[in-house]
């Protein structure tokens, strides 16, 4: 059984309807009424030792960061601001206590940056394994609230930042062929973290230990109205965009060329021999923002993301629902087109 079948069994069998309930399983976050005018978001990820993360090469305190930002990240998906933080936190019966030290300091660090309070959770005893599950309440405007129904065909498709380059940082901690970090120092810039590596894989080290949220792009985005849908890249552009697509009812077709942050992978390309379209439309964990606007309100969305300094970037079109999630790209013969739907990141299936 696929991640996606099983969700929608569970799906099935859950009462979707309750007072004061306004979105349950089916987007980045549940939407719960909290007065007249304002609601709740409330999203929960558990990331595992050994499937999410290696502490071979993944500092506790990078760790610690990463598990707060992919939580904040469904948060900023629906336009919202995180305000509480749960933490449910499973390790082992000999766990390392300067280790634990440490990836508390990166989930308090991360709480201060994004403005929200760790308020509780559990600890338990892990057979083996490091688990970490954190739930993330957040609030927003109830008509601010930004969704992944909405989508129409004609409509523009964008994404924020770049793609691919977390998938490539993984795939170079996996081959051995880079260094790892052994600690970060308290004080410590994080951007100074990765000056051993070369500027060109730097990002992709970075992108992949240390992902951040984009709440104020999501904020801003969801306060022009103008958005149609959007969701987090969490599960790779072909798996997040058809699941989007498929709670619009609508298709959709993505540009190869217009992806953004192809130059930046040529150089982690050549040195894995690895297609950096993989690693862009499959790889999975950008945390960048997907979002779909009407070709009317283009400058809208450049002028937000430029107040925001994030870079924004058209990658394709809402097509009907039809012709699915189609890739475009160029060749000698012409354009050619192929179905991309679900190609990313599953927990069920082998990768």
Known sequence: ?????????????????????????????????????????????????????????????LLGRKAVSVNVSDIAAMGGEPVFVLLSLGLPADF???????????????????????????????????????????????????????????????????????????????????????AVKPGQARQG????YSAEIA?????????????????ALA???????????????????????QQSRVGARIEAEKLPGRKGLAAAARLLHTKRSDWMLTGGEDYELLFIASPQDSQVVLDVAAKEGIRVSPVGVITSSSQGVLLQERSADGNKEQPIAFQGFDHFTRN
């Open 1 to 61: 059984m696929r991640e996606r079948d099983l969700i929608q069994q569970i799906q099935d069998l859950t009462t979707q309807k309750a007072e004061g309930l306004v979105q349950g399983i089916g987007d980045d976050c549940a939407v719960v009424v909290k007065d007249q005018v304002n609601v709740w978001l409330l999203t929960m990820d558990t990331l595992i030792e050994s499937i999410h993360f290696d502490c071979s090469w993944h500092p506790p305190y």
């Open 96 to 182: 390392d206590a300067a280790w634990v030290t440490e990836l508390s300091r990166g989930i308090n660090e991360a709480c201060s940056q994004y403005g929200c309070l760790l308020i509780g959770g559990d600890t338990v005893c892990s057979p083996e394994k490091v688990s970490l599950t954190l739930t993330l309440i957040g609030e927003s405007a109830q008509d601010q609230v930004v969704y992944r129904h909405g989508a129409c065909p004609e409509d523009i498709i964008w994404v924020s930042g770049s793609l691919g380059h977390a998938a490539a940082g993984l795939d170079f901690f996996r081959s051995g062929k880079v260094p790892t970090i052994q």
């Open 193 to 196: 973290l990765l000056g051993c």
């Open 203 to 219: 990002p992709c080290l970075q992108a992949h230990l240390d992902p951040e949220a984009r709440t104020g792009l999501g904020r």
């Open 223 to 245: 306060q022009t109205g103008c958005i149609h849908a959007m969701m987090d890249l969490s599960d790779g552009l072909a798996t997040d965009l058809a699941h989007l697509c």
